[in-house]
């Protein structure tokens, strides 16, 4: 029988990723790839999606190179006969996500566009991937100040995650706050400054306030608070996010 442990070291190391716990993430998902290897095999599902959430986390880390070599064995092991499933696809999403973090944005772009059409012609244009693909492509165009592109972008994705989630929803969220860092990245700081003030509003409504995306949100309200010289506001956002 196989251990149970890999199991629950890959799921809470892919949690703590998420909630900014990278020292903890690390070790974990570390010592889930090492086991899986050991158990079942190098080339096994379990160890290959370990694999590739330790790469993320790497990434996030700013560690490049370990993260490099990390998602490229993944890549090696699914071979290009399997290139085209789910996982690989996944795995290339990853480096793709990789050369964007280290400034080359324009191969990033290229390959997820491949990557949607992988999973558009596969698994029809509703699959759950594919608005998270679409962020990501609206972020690199953005950072090679193609704003115009990352604005038709995100108003097509918030048009069809509010239709699908409603407006409160976290996907929608995450699109409105896309929109707002593009606001703010073109110096339309108060229209950057509504449109976090309306993030704060759900969050704080929905009693969501002490968490990760709503601290994030508030920092960046108060950075913009202060690009407007609103020192008070900055102040006061900033000491909620320390209080919270």
Known sequence: TVPVAPYRSTSLGWLNSNTGRLKIALQLLGQSVATNRRVVGEKSARTLISSRFLSIVLQRMGRYAEAERTIMVVK????????ENFESLL????????????????????????????????????????????????????????????????KEL????????????????????????????QGLFESAAAKYRELDFVYRRDAEQNSLLSLLNRLHLAETDLDLNRLEEAQLAAKQVLHD
């Open 76 to 83: 090696d092991a699914y071979g290009l006969e399997n290139s």
């Open 91 to 154: 795995a290339t999403y990853s480096l793709a996500q990789l050369y964007d973090a280290q400034g080359d944005s324009r191969k990033a772009i290229d390959m997820i566009k491949s990557i949607e059409a992988s999973v558009h012609r596969q698994f029809g244009a509703g699959h759950s991937f594919l608005p998270s693909a679409q962020l990501s492509r609206a972020k690199s165009h953005q950072k090679l100040g193609e704003f115009d592109v990352a604005n038709a972008i995100l």
């Open 158 to 185: 918030l048009d069809s995650q509010t239709v699908l989630w409603g407006s409160d929803h976290r996907e929608t969220l995450a699109v409105n706050s896309a929109i707002a860092a593009l606001y703010a990245n």
